[in-house]
């Protein structure tokens, strides 16, 4: 098993920055791939993005050039950091994990509201 806890969200005005992080419950090393989604109002969850157990990111189109993400495998913590944000970043922003090479997440936190002000 996976528990993941997101913090870090909040409200920011358009243009400005907001850095996520998701606590891993055991070591990032034991974990196949764990990572950023979103869910607007409204809307589909999306993969923002990923990082393979091995350190390799994989961004989605939204997130190339304004968000990155890392890891502190020390605290086996996932950061996102959000750059130049606008409104349509709004949404609830969730860290999943797939504990194993499945082809899908398994393990989701509860999510952290993300609101950008225009």
């Known amino acids: 098993q996976v528990q993941l806890v997101e913090s870090g969200g909040g409200l920011v005005q358009s243009g400005g920055s907001l850095r996520l992080s998701c606590a891993a419950s055991?070591?990032?090393?034991?974990?196949?791939?764990i990572g950023w989604y979103r869910q607007a109002p409204g809307k589909q969850r999306e993969m923002v993005a990923t990082?393979?157990?091995?350190?390799?990111?994989t961004y989605s189109n939204l997130a190339k050039g304004r968000f990155t993400i890392s890891r502190d495998t020390d605290k086996d913590t996932v950061h996102l950091q959000m750059n130049s944000l606008t409104p349509e970043d709004t949404a609830v922003y969730y860290c999943?994990?797939?504990?194993?090479?499945?082809?899908?997440?398994?393990?989701w936190g509860q999510g952290t509201q993300v609101t950008v002000s225009s």
């Open positions: 055991r070591s990032l090393y034991t974990i196949y791939a």
């Open positions: 999943a994990a797939e504990s194993k090479r499945l082809g899908w997440f398994d393990y």
């Open positions: 990082l393979l157990s091995s350190g390799t990111p």
